[in-house]
């Protein structure tokens, strides 16, 4: 794991419960007290932290808690694969779909290169570089305010153009739920694009690892029953997939051993 990864998983963790000792992070990330003595000194260095004799308290507001896109994208990586393979079976030859700007739907918009007759909408100036060769894909951007460090364009413009389409079906990256509160996240402006696309698509499916569960973040997107289909990871708790699939949401769960087989049995194969 490199030093970027890991300290963006100590903010994570210190998003959620405030403080936490050096020997519980010594634990999560498998590394020595040495390599979190100095992942604690760089991080207080930034103004997250207070380093405590033995731990860390954490000086960032934990409904406001966004990390750089770079970050976002090393962080549970394999599990995002996992999650975009299992959403790739969702969108078919001939759909209207919206790919919002995450790096979950991003994954899930590599595996679209060869579909026939999709329109795809996005509001990911990453998504249409993804695709800007897929022949059989017709690509629309929305414009609107870039935010620079999310790489997502929100805004008047953005939202301008989202009230004059329907869509078949609606891809969201989801920062944070919770079957209780609901669906939010840290910036306004992306909510704002969420309660928007809820409304555009027939098809809502949101794209969320294990770590987005049982979390509240600043902005209100809305209540979970805005999204149709949910597909996340087999890290994530069973009591929030229960409570879901009770509030009558469509849970898939990608699981992540089936989807590291083909690539032991390669290794296998190689070995032979």
Known sequence: MLAEERRFRIR?????????????????LAVTPATIR????????????????????????????QPSYEA??????EEKHAIAREAEKLILDGDTVF??????????????????RLTVVTNSPTIVCQLEH???????????????????????WAQRALSEIRLDKAVLGVSAIDPGYGISTANHAEAQIKKMLVKAAKTRIALADHSKFGKQSFAYVGPVSDITTLVTDDGTDPK?????????????VAEMQQAQLPARKNRSNTNK
């Open 72 to 77: 976002l994208a090393r962080s549970h990586s």
């Open 240 to 252: 929030y997939i229960n409570e879901l699939r009770e509030a009558g949401i469509e849970v898939i």
């Open 38 to 65: 100095r992942d604690l000194a760089a991080l207080e260095d930034e103004g997250v932290l207070v380093r405590s004799h033995g731990g860390a308290v954490s000086r960032m507001s934990s409904t406001k808690f």
């Open 99 to 116: 790919l919002e700007g995450s790096t979950t739907v991003l994954d899930l918009a590599g595996r679209l290169h060869n579909r026939n």
């Open 12 to 28: 994570e963790i210190l998003a959620t419960q405030r403080t936490i000792s050096a020997s519980e992070l010594c634990s999560a």
């Open 134 to 156: 897929s022949a059989g894909v017709t690509v629309l951007c929305t414009g609107g305010d870039l935010q620079k460090d999310t790489f997502y364009f929100s805004g008047e």
